[in-house]
């Protein structure tokens, strides 16, 4: 089988900040939640904490020559907002600017594109004790402003932003079940959260385009998480249920973008319980993205639960169970990663196309797509045939989703490197590359020498 893709398809990889990193307080580095959280005993696997992480900080160059031996045209990483403000406001870190300069740098001298993201969820710890985080109304005024900080010193040579990676799980793995940092707990904060991560975005976004991207010539977007939920029967309650699940899920924060408010069924199930956008903020956020980001890893199925639901578990439910009513299952035939996230490809193709007919067809980027197995190098070889049948059978969906009309531009493998993988510690690996603990040698994977070899030539 030999598919070939759009000569203008991005194809990359993708990483962040406290997950690769390390140097967690170097060089005028401030504490982020992260640094916090995984400083509380069982919050995360093993008492892992990213503190060292791929010493990706001491070590951007080696990687960077690891990234150019594979073949990589394109890098997403992200920017620790603490260690560029320590404070999280106030005075810029001139070390942590030194450091993504050097990066950028490195990227573009490798003939490799970067693409930056600004929040992938190590929040400055000082703002969530002067501000209360995401829940405090001061939140995306200083997300702005630092913003407005990379812009002025990166924009140069960046010209690809996405402000915020995956805004659900900040609101409800953070605020609503609490497995992530900060580790709260309620069924109504996820929801306050949520609506300071869209105005933070939207914000963001209207400094970029205001200030600097006349003048830069780049685009800015939000990349948004979700897994395919397909109808576990073809009832119209079952239909409904997974057109719910999925409104709950990507809509939250994609339909505010491209629609102008959250969807109906969120407003009218929720109540006052869903903050409201004023008519300004509504201006703001409607039309603040250049591009679709979207990172997609699994699928489940939806079922009609109004008389009672168990939401399915705390990774694969969309959103608060009992504000959807909602159960959901998975197949017992579906091949699963060590996630315990099923491999179902033509979820993927569905919610590509799912996106194209709410969103009138947007350019669309996967900006994460992988998997976990437990690979570890014999003899400095992997064998990595879960992850290889893997990638083929999700790039297939994405080419089957592009012949069906799909806007897609680009794709970026997660991750480049097994790394810190947040409550699950480093008992994943979802890197192209192995990172071997304690001794931290980069050790490309056959799925990564498949990259080079296959990818990169355009077909399957």
Not at 160 to 187: D, M
Not at 243 to 272: N, Q, S, T, V
Not at 325 to 334: A, E, G, K, M, R
Not at 413 to 428: R, T, V
Request: hydrophobic share 40%; glycine share 10%; charged share 25%.
């Amino acid at each position: 089988m030999n598919k070939q893709f759009p000569a203008t398809v991005v194809w990359g990889s993708a990483t962040s900040s406290y997950q690769i990193e390390g140097g967690w307080n170097a060089d005028g580095k401030g504490p982020s939640i992260w640094d916090v959280f995984c400083m509380i005993p069982g919050k995360v696997q093993d008492n892992d904490n990213g503190n060292v992480a791929c010493d990706h900080y001491h070590r951007f160059r080696e990687d960077v020559a690891l990234m150019k031996s594979l073949g990589l045209k394109a890098y997403r990483f992200s920017i620790s907002w603490p260690r560029v403000l320590p404070a999280g406001q106030g005075a810029v870190n001139q070390a942590g600017i030194d450091f993504y300069n050097a990066l950028i740098d490195a990227l573009l001298e490798a003939d490799i594109e970067p693409w930056v993201t600004l929040y992938h969820w190590d929040l400055p710890a000082a703002l969530e004790f002067e501000m209360d985080g995401w829940l405090g109304e001061e939140i995306s005024d200083a997300f702005a402003a630092y913003a407005d900080v990379c812009f002025r010193h990166f924009g140069d040579r960046v010209k690809n932003w996405i402000t915020i990676n995956e805004a659900w799980v900040v609101a409800i793995l953070g605020y609503g079940h609490g497995v992530f940092a900060p580790g709260k707990k309620s069924k109504d904060l996820p929801y306050r959260a949520g609506h300071n991560l869209i105005k933070a975005h939207a914000k963001a976004v209207d400094v970029y385009r205001k200030k600097y991207q006349p003048e830069q010539g780049g685009k800015i977007g939000i990349t948004n998480n979700c897994d395919w939920r397909e109808p576990l029967t073809d009832s119209p309650a079952d239909r409904a249920a997974a057109e719910r699940a999925l409104e709950f899920f990507l809509a939250w924060f994609a339909d505010p973008i491209y629609k102008g408010d959250y969807p109906a069924c969120m407003k009218e199930r929720l109540g006052e319980r869903l903050p409201a956008f004023t008519p300004e903020e509504q201006e703001l956020i409607r039309g603040s993205s250049d591009f679709f980001g979207l990172n997609h890893y699994t699928t489940m199925y939806a079922a009609d639960a109004t008389h009672g639901s168990d939401g399915g578990s705390v990774y694969g439910n969309g959103g608060l169970s009992e504000d959807q009513d909602v159960n959901l299952s998975i197949s017992p035939d579906w091949a699963m990663t060590d996630m315990q996230w099923a491999i179902v490809p033509w979820g993927c193709r569905k919610l590509l196309e799912w996106i194209a007919a709410r969103y009138d067809n947007p350019p669309v980027y996967i900006t994460e797509n992988g998997c976990a197995f437990d690979q570890t190098p014999i003899d400095g070889q992997v064998d990595d045939r879960d992850r290889i049948a893997f990638f083929e059978g999700y790039l297939a969906a994405v080419h089957e989703a592009i012949e069906h009309g799909v806007n897609m531009k680009g794709y970026f493998i997660w991750s480049l490197l097994d790394n810190f993988e947040w409550a699950s510690g480093y008992s994943k690996k979802f890197g192209i590359t192995h990172v071997e603990a304690g001794t931290l040698n980069r050790v490309p994977k056959a799925s990564a020498l498949w990259y080079r070899e296959v990818i990169l030539k355009n077909g399957l």
